[in-house]
Every structure is written in structure tokens, then in C-alpha cells.
């Protein structure tokens, strides 16, 4: 939209004019183009102009004043000291329609990471139900992932880094623990309901606070230990009352726990120097694919090759059908870290806390629909009194103890 400015200029010499004849007035014809002008016309000679600018908006009406010399001539007889305008004032809206549209892409990339990780977690559960094999699972959702990392650099879709032996040798540890992590996920969704395991992983902040207490020095404040015990006591709840429960599940939820938050605290520890190239996407890239070339050869010496279609078959398993669902939780798997990591490169790490615990509500209510998973009313409650402290921990943890004052 926009919106008219009228200018009207009093010549100050206008009551004591030199010239014989008198100002001529003809009708005043405004119009929205800033190239019209009324036909207002006096002779005058050099003079000095002071204007007042009417700006006609949904604002209220403002007064600018502004003064400008120019030069008359008597012999133009169209020169004028009066001179009304309309001026095109384009409204800013560029802003508003910016501001929208980074509104609604970070709304697509949480609602592409929720659906994501429903994906996953719903294909995932499948093939380990019929597929007793998580190493080999794993391995292959890292091999899905390295490919689709090697895509992205080959043809130049993502930067491809420039890393030296130096970042290689600290980012190795990180990748060691990252591996571990995702492997005893698996382990334990293959023996345990989506939902618990879940809901065990609901404690990653109580293994964090601890981590950072021991290795970076790190005490937490009474606001974030008091939101662990809302978390510890509904995991302790859950678990009680999970039907699914057997403890190979459990310690398998509480090592991947382990081994995230470690992956977290070594990645502090360490400070791997990152430049222009190494940001969060690519770092996780990277992690990817070493991740593959540890893992691949631990799963041939303790599974065996396993996924191939001669003992699938001789399994009685559907071939067609573990290898479509594998490869669509691989896909989930890599596409939805590579969406957290996007998302956590414009929000702040509370939100994306925040978040991340709605993500695990969400997981956990779409996988107990989908597999209708049975749930006691105080199995629910346990795993709502710990998901309410997750939430608690995400706000606490930015507040900052006071300091002390000599």
C-alpha cells in the first residue's frame, strides 16, 4: 500500500511582491503522481522557500518542514511560489513479510523433525522386532548416512570441509561415543516398547548435570537439581509399571544416556577448533561417516552378514519388506539430526531443548497409538511427571547463579 504526501510551499516574500502582476490561481488538480503539479502560478523574483510536508497516512498527521533556495525567473511566467504536490510514500512491509516467512520455515523444519522421528522410531521398532540384529541395523543407518553425506559433497550440495590430521584425532572420540549411543538405542527399542525406551531417555539431563560436575567442573544450581527429581522419580515410576519392561531394555536406554551426554560433555572437553567449514551439519557429517568405518567390521565379526536375501528368506522373514523399512528408517535417522542440527543453527539452546522435549512427547504418544501399546494409568502418569521435568530442567538451566560479591 501506499500512502500520499502533500507538500504545500509558501513563498515568504508572497505579501510584498515586486511584480505588477497579480498571482494568477488557477484550479488546484491533485493527483497521486508525483510528476503532477496544480497550475499555481506567480511571478516572483529570487526568493527563499520554506515548505511544510502533510504526510497522509493511517499515522497522525506530521509536520516537516524544510527550506530550499530557488531561483525565479520573470520571464517564466508558470513560475510559481506556491507549489502543492502529491508524493509517493511506499509503506515498509519488507520487514513483516521477512520476518513470516523465517516464522514459517523454522515451523516446517520442527514439524519435518517431529515426522522424522515418528518415521524412524515406528520402522525402526518394526525391523528389530522381526530382525534381531541391531549392530547390523546400525551399521547400516550409518552407511545410509555416509552415502548421502558423500552425495552432498560430490556434488558440491554442502561444502565439503578441509580437515587436518589434528581435527580428525578429536573429533574420533566424539564419533567412538556417538556410535555407541545409537547402537544401544536400538538395543533397547529392540527389546523394550518405543514408548519406554523413551521415557528412560527422558534422563539424558540427569547424566549431564553429573558428566559436567565431574569432568568440566561444572556444579549445577538448586533450580536445576530440583528439576531432576520430577525426572528421576517418573522414570523410577515408569518403569515399575511398564509392561514391556526387562532389564536388558532398561541398561541398554540408560547406556545410550550415558554415552549421548558424554558425546556432549567430550565435545566441550576436547574444543574441537572449527572454521568457516566446520560448522554443526558438517561436524555431524563427518561423525557420520566415521561412525560407519567403526561399526561396519564390529557388526561382521559379532553378527555375521545377516541382511542378505538368502537368510532372510531361510528366517522366513519378507525380504522385500525388511529391506524397505530399513532403508526408510535409515533415511529418517539421518534426515532428522541433520533437521535438529539446522534447527539449533537458529534458535538458542533453550528452545531447542524445549523443543526436543516436545519431540519426545510427541514419539511417545504416536508410538503407543500406532502399536497400541498397553499403558496404566500411572504408567502415563510416571512418564508425564518426568517429561514435565525435562521440560522444568530446559527452563532452569538458564538461570545463573548470582555472583558473590566481595
Known sequence: ??????????????????????????????????????????????????????????????????????????????????????????????EASSSMANTLVLGSLFGFWYLFNIYFNIYNKQVLKAFHFPVTITALQFAVGTILVLFMWGFNLYKRPKISGAQLAAILPLAFVHTLGNLFTNMSLGKVAVSFTHTIKAMEPFFSVILSAMFLGEFPTLWVVSSLVPIVGGVALASVTEASFNWAGFWSAMASNLTNQSRNVLSKKVMVKKDDSMDNITLFSIITV????????????????????????????????????????????????????????????????????????????????????????????????????????????????KAKTA
Not at 511582491?17 to 499555481?40: E, Q, T, W
Request: hydrophobic letters at 40%; a positive charge.
Open 290 to 401: 566415521m561412525s560407519f568405518f567403526m561399526l561396519a567390521p564390529v557388526a561382521v565379526f559379532m553378527e555375521g552378514v545377516k541382511l542378505t536375501p538368502a537368510y532372510l528368506q531361510s528366517a522366513g522373514l519378507n525380504v522385500r519388506q525388511i529391506y524397505i523399512r530399513s532403508l526408510i528408517a535409515a533415511l529418517c535417522f539421518h534426515a532428522y539430526q541433520q533437521v535438529s542440527y539446522m534447527i539449533l543453527q537458529r534458535v538458542s539452546p533453550v528452545t531447542h531443548s524445549v523443543g526436543n522435549c516436545v519431540k519426545r512427547v510427541v514419539v511417545i504418544v504416536s508410538s503407543v497409538i500406532f502399536f497400541q501399546t498397553p499403558v496404566s494409568p500411572i504408567n502415563a502418569f510416571g512418564t508425564g511427571i518426568a517429561l514435565a521435568g525435562v521440560f522444568l530442567y530446559s527452563r532452569v538451566k538458564r538461570i545463573k547463579p
Open 1 to 94: 500500500m501506499q500512502s500520499s504526501a502533500f507538500t504545500l510551499s509558501p513563498s515568504l516574500p508572497l505579501l510584498k511582491s515586486r511584480s505588477r502582476n497579480p498571482c494568477r490561481f488557477d484550479p488546484i488538480r491533485l493527483s497521486a503522481s508525483s510528476s503532477s503539479k496544480p497550475n499555481v502560478a506567480c511571478s516572483s523574483t529570487s526568493s527563499t522557500r520554506r515548505s511544510w510536508s502533510l504526510a497522509s497516512s493511517s499515522s497522525p498527521f506530521a509536520f516537516r518542514p524544510w527550506t530550499s533556495f530557488t531561483t525565479l525567473s520573470s520571464s517564466d511566467p508558470d513560475a510559481s511560489p506556491f507549489e502543492a504536490r502529491a508524493a509517493s510514500v511506499p509503506e515498509s512491509s519488507s
